[in-house]
Each structure stands twice: as structure tokens, then as C-alpha cells.
């Protein structure tokens, strides 16, 4: 069977590298573009150990992807917002479909998406086009399907959305604003080189950052508010680990008065035919072995009275970046949901 070609623009990011190597093994999809200005001219098997047709693919210079891209069938955006914002355009109105793994079409409202990244947007018509990818909520499969243009959701709200969605659209949380504590590995920083994310910064250590003004809190906000049918104000903090992959998010929450807990694992029992959802028997059986090198999202919950915590965990470089914008990918053509996707395997001792 012949395969769709595919590029993957930004491809020596940690998203780049990790949507290429599931492209590599994707049965209806092939990796015809690969860019980067840092490894342009070298074969794509020096920098992923990948052999095949996409081993021996060179790197191509990002000015030229635009134009290398026309013959592809879709491009995913393993770069930067401000980078997006200029690529994404020019690849439409070549009629390459996207999928973005930036933050740059994500937030609907113009004023949300200035707060959360300094920068005006300068195409609000297709913010109003773009969809945002998480397909496990609801009629997302269908927007996806028909899209030109995917949002790829961030790591963090993803790990925080999926279970918090699901509890806000049941009707069974008080109006109490969330809270969600979520560490992540540092490969959710990207590659780019810094002090603060060196060795011997990171490890034996863990502490928060960008409190109270870390860009995806307004993504979190925007998913559950629209679950709730009313404003959710999210309270959200992200925390470094010293591990190279992987997100542990912590919510707090409160139940409305006369919920059980029997209620809510009803609830979360509408993912049980999800291929990627995974609901533990309890909070403390949630885990990143679990999820680590899949598309997996696990969660459990722990209530006592009308407290409720929910633990969540996924890769942020599968189910928070590259898998899920495969999975985005096969919506777009009409391909099985989990193709690429099934033979993702973990690693346990």
C-alpha cells in the first residue's frame, strides 16, 4: 500500500524526533520531509537509529520547508509559537493540512492568547478555524475529521483535561476553582540549551516554576470551562523532575454535596472503550512506568467526604506532543485512530 506523505517541520526537537520515529513504523504514513537548520544535510538514522526509507532521509533547512512540504499530504509543527504562527499559513494556502504542536492556535480568544504567550496574534481568523486536538472529548473526533488546521494540546493540559473534563461535564464538582499540581521530565523544556536545565541544576533537585503564570493555564481554564458550561478559574503549577520524560499532574478538587465516590468512577468509566485511556483501581496505583513510551493517559481518583483528588499520568512527548498529533493525523485521513500508536510499548524492570 502506498503511503501518504507526511513532514514533520522542526524535526531535531524532542517532538520532532519522537513524531518521526512513529511515522517511521506508521502503516499508511511516510516521513517525506524532515527539517532542521542544525542537522541540515545529515541522514535522519544518525540522530533516531531509524534504517528504511526514512533512515536515509536528510534533514532539509527550515527556510525551505514551506515549499518542500506542497508535495505533502500534511505537515506536522514540532516548532516554536512564533514560528507556527508564520508556517502554518503559508503550508494552508498550499493545501497542506496541519497539525500544530505549538501553543500557537490553541486559545480561541485573541486577548487569552496575548496574556499567556506577550505576542498579538496576527491570524484570528484562523484561530476561529482551528481545532483544538484532544480527541477523547466530546464531537472532537468529528471537528478533527473535517479540519484543515489541528491545535495539538499541551502536556500539561492533557494530563490535567482528560480526567477534569469528564467530572465537570457529569455535573458532579462543586463551584470550588481546581487546583492542579503537575511535574513533568525535562524534556518537556525542549532541547535548547540552558544553565537552569543542565545536569547538575536538575538532578537531586525539584521545585516549581513560572507560578501563577505558565502559559498552558489559560489552555487548562479554556478545556474545562467549556465542560462546565461556565467559567472555571484554574489554579496550576508546574514542577521540574529530574527524569528525562513523563507527567504526574495532581488535582484538587471538591465534590457538590451528596456525590459519591461510586458516582464519580461511573463517570470516569464513560473512557472504557478509549484505546489510549487507562482508569487505575485507585489514586496511588497511578504511575509514569505505566505510561512512559506510550500514548497512554492513566488515572485514578481518591475521595474522602466531598474531597476528591484525581491523579493523572502520560509521556509529555506521546500523549502530550507527538502521539497524540498522530493520532490527530489518522482522524485527519480517515485511518484507524490507534494506527502508529498500538505498538508503543513502555519499559518495566
Known sequence: MQRLPIAVIGASGYSGLEATRILAHHPAAEVRLASSDRWQGETVERHTGLGGATGKLRYAAQERAVDLAAECAAALLCTPVEVSLQLAPALLAKGVKVVDLSG????????????????????????????????????????????????????????AT??????????????????????????????????????????????AYRVLRHQHTAEIAQSLSAAAGAEVDV??????????????????????????????????????????????????????KSVVGTNLCQM?????GTRLVVISAIDNLVKGAAGQAVQNLNLLFGWPETAGLDSLRGSHP
Open 104 to 159: 500557537a492556535f490553541r486559545l480561541a480568544d485573541p486577548a487569552r492568547f496575548e496574556a499567556a504567550y506577550g505576542l498579538r496574534h496576527p491570524r484570528t481568523d484562523l484561530l476561529g478555524e482551528a481545532v483544538y486536538g484532544l480527541p477523547e472529548l466530546p464531537l472532537v473526533r468529528e471537528r478533527v475529521a473535517r479540519a484543515r488546521l489541528v491545535a495539538n494540546p499541551g502536556c500539561y493540559p492533557t494530563a
Open 162 to 207: 482528560l480526567p477534569l473534563a469528564l467530572l465537570f461535564r457529569h455535573g458532579l464538582l462543586a463551584e470550588d476553582a481546581p487546583i492542579v499540581d503537575a511535574a513533568s521530565g525535562v524534556t518537556g523544556a525542549g532541547r535548547k540549551a540552558s544553565e537552569d536545565f543542565s545536569f547538575a541544576e536538575v538532578m537531586d533537585d525539584f521545585r
Open 235 to 288: 489554579t496550576f503549577t508546574p514542577h521540574l523532575l529530574p527524569l528525562r520524560r513523563g507527567i504526574l499532574a495532581t488535582s484538587y478538587l471538591r465534590l457538590r454535596e451528596g456525590v459519591a465516590a461510586t458516582e464519580v468512577l461511573a463517570a470516569l468509566h464513560d473512557y472504557a472503550a478509549e484505546p489510549f485511556l487507562r482508569i487505575a483501581p485507585g489514586a496511588d496505583d497511578v504511575s509514569l
Open 300 to 304: 485514578g481518583i481518591a475521595v474522602k
